[in-house]
């Protein structure tokens, strides 16, 4: 196995036809050149490649590889997978159907645990927002940020559409699959198809409040029972290569926190579990909405603060209430990691500075994110993808620039209408340069 990246022919094909990788090849060339194999640099490779990667689908696992290889899970035994893997690739042909097999050895290989002292900076799973559209959206404005999928249960995973449930783009990756379900065995098949289908991490849900779940027995009644929780994980573990995590609440209804939640922990460590998201409030499965859950009962930091000293060994990320990125830093002087939802979904901008904030790399230029999505965006529709199926995550992109009034107004009123193409998108964002422009004359 290689060690280093060399330069190469184009691998990217479309109708038989070479087509140049531009900056990408000039990276690469650099890369080879000078032996380093740091994150800003390879970061300077992906625009380019996400960009031809929505153009032309035959590009899609060369920019699986390329994504994964500034991961926050990146090392050197990573880079070397990488590197074999863009060999086979390209004898094979962008085009090989093993293809795909090889890109989810890749990114298996790639999925190691975290290294010592690295953060998490995390976009909370959230249903009905946290689709592969929005995580596209959110990987152009950072590609640090550990993204989720909404919520699957395991009996969807196994008996229904997986392409419509798993499917994601390649350059989402790191992406984490949510699982939902109460029987190990079901739950261990459902992880072992999504690991095949390329996810980085699979996460179980222990910590949604709502009815249909709980009739369901799973998320957070689960709480109740630590040991079944257990023996989910330790059959998904069983199943998979790739980290097995458990996302929970501080407990339910009138469980005392200090123990249900220190009692959850421990259990699921003893199955092997060492990454843990904690919603730092209860969950009242009774009297309370989902929203009212979100909202009303009371945060407690200082517990999750105190799971963490006492159990160093363990990651833990802190979850709920985290408005903005100085809150995030200031309880990353306390856990492992921080999980941002609403914030991240409604003011998805605040992911731009996420790179530079917390993992030394360069802040995102949002123009520059958004003329990428707009390429996605125009492959997405030539698919039959509705337009509003991937604008509607842009609303709050712009909040607080001159027009953003008059861009999410034009979205609202045109993206769901029959036929609604990319000059709807591009009209939206001619709001935003013709305020801007007034406001600086």
């Known amino acids: 196995m290689r060690a280093s990246l060399s330069v190469r022919k184009p691998i990217v094909t479309q109708n038989g036809r070479g087509v140049s990788l531009g900056a990408g090849d ?21 625009s380019p490649l996400r960009r031809i990667a929505f153009r032309y689908p035959d590009s899609e696992h060369f920019a699986v590889a390329l994504t994964a290889s500034t991961a926050p899970r990146v090392n050197a035994p990573a880079r070397d997978t990488l590197a074999n893997f863009l060999d ?45 559209h929005c995580r596209v959206l959110h990987r152009l404005l950072s590609s640090q940020a550990l993204l989720y999928t909404e919520m699957v249960t395991a009996e969807a995973v196994i008996r229904g559409d997986r392409a419509r449930l798993l499917g994601f783009d390649a350059v989402e990756h790191p992406v984490a699959l949510q699982l939902g379900g109460a029987e190990p065995t079901r739950l261990a098949e459902a992880a072992r198809i999504g690991a095949e289908f390329g996810y980085s991490e699979i996460n179980l849900n222990v910590g949604c409040p709502s009815d249909r779940v709980q009739s369901g027995r799973f998320g957070a009644c689960l709480m109740r029972e630590p040991a079944l929780v257990a023996d989910c994980v330790a059959a998904m573990r069983a199943a998979v ?19 249900s939640l220190r009692t959850l922990i421990d259990a699921c460590a003893q199955a092997g579990v060492t990454i843990f998201a904690v919603h730092a409030r209860k969950a009242w499965l009774e009297g309370l909405s989902p929203k009212d859950n979100r909202e009303k009962p009371p945060l407690d930091y200082d517990l999750v603060y ?12 802190v979850n709920g209430g985290i408005a903005t990125l100085d809150e995030a830093a200031r309880h990353l002087e306390h856990a492992d990691g921080v999980m941002l939802g609403r914030a991240a979904y409604q003011s998805p901008a605040i992911l731009a500075q996420v790179d530079a904030r917390f993992f030394g790399g360069d802040a995102r230029e949002i123009d520059a994110a958004t003329d990428a999505y707009c390429d996605y965006v125009g492959a997405q529709l030539a698919k039959g993808v509705p337009l509003h199926a991937m604008t509607k995550h842009m609303l709050g992109l712009f909040s607080g620039r001159p027009g953003a009034r008059l861009f999410r107004r034009h979205l609202s009123e045109n993206a769901t209408r029959a036929g609604a193409g990319i000059g709807v998108l591009r009209d939206a964002l001619a709001h935003l340069q013709r305020a801007g422009d007034l406001a600086a004359a």
């Open 241 to 259: 290569p790739v980290p097995v995590t458990v996302k929970c609440r501080l407990g339910v209804d009138d469980q005392n926190p200090e123990e």
């Open 306 to 317: 105190r799971v963490k000293r006492e159990r160093p060994e363990l990651t833990i990320v």
């Open 88 to 132: 086979i690739v390209e004898m094979n042909g962008a085009n090989h159907p093993d293809n795909r097999r090889i890109a989810i050895s890749a990114m298996t290989a790639i999925s190691k645990p975290l290294a010592a002292g690295q953060k998490i900076f995390a976009v909370a799973p959230m249903m009905e927002w946290t689709d592969r």
């Open 26 to 46: 000039a990276c690469l060339t650099s890369c080879a050149a000078s032996g380093s194999y740091d994150q800003p640099t390879l970061s300077g490779v992906l």
